[in-house]
Nanobody, 121 residues
Framework: QVQLVESGGGLVQPGGSLRLSCATSGSIYSIYAMRWYRQAPGEQRESVARITSGGSTYYADSVKGRFTISRDNSKNLVYLQMNSLKPEDTAVYYC???????????????WGQGTQVTVSS
């Protein structure tokens, strides 16, 4: 069974920084794209950032220049460095990944349980 577990969320003042981590565990052959999403209260879940297995990145316009996604392929980890945080960044942040469990298995999409980020003075 594959699990994604986020950590690093919390309460931070506007202008502050947080670093989210997502650890993957279980029987994994290969991890392809890894992503961060977020969902604010009463809002739809939205894409924040994506990184391919080769390191290519994509960012939502709302976080471009402030957030940085990175990954450690040797440890099956993905990170989200969040700087210059704003109150509108307050949301539950979710890790997402496309994973192949064995060389013969289908590519499947997995989600973590989420970690709360609150930006408030």
């Amino acid at each position: 069974q594959v699990q994604l577990v986020e950590s690093g969320g919390g309460l931070v003042q506007p202008g502050g920084s947080l670093r989210l981590s997502c650890a993957t565990s279980g029987s994994i052959y290969s991890i392809y794209a890894m992503r961060w999403y977020r969902q604010a209260p009463g809002e739809q879940r939205e894409s924040v950032a994506r990184i391919t297995s080769g390191g290519s990145t994509y960012y939502a316009d709302s976080v471009k220049g402030r957030f940085t996604i990175s990954r450690d392929n040797s440890k099956n980890l993905v990170y989200l460095q969040m700087n210059s945080l704003k109150p509108e960044d307050t949301a539950v942040y979710y890790c997402n990944a496309d994973i192949r469990r064995t060389i013969d298995s289908l590519l499947r999409n997995y989600w973590g349980q989420g970690t709360q980020v609150t930006v408030s003075s």
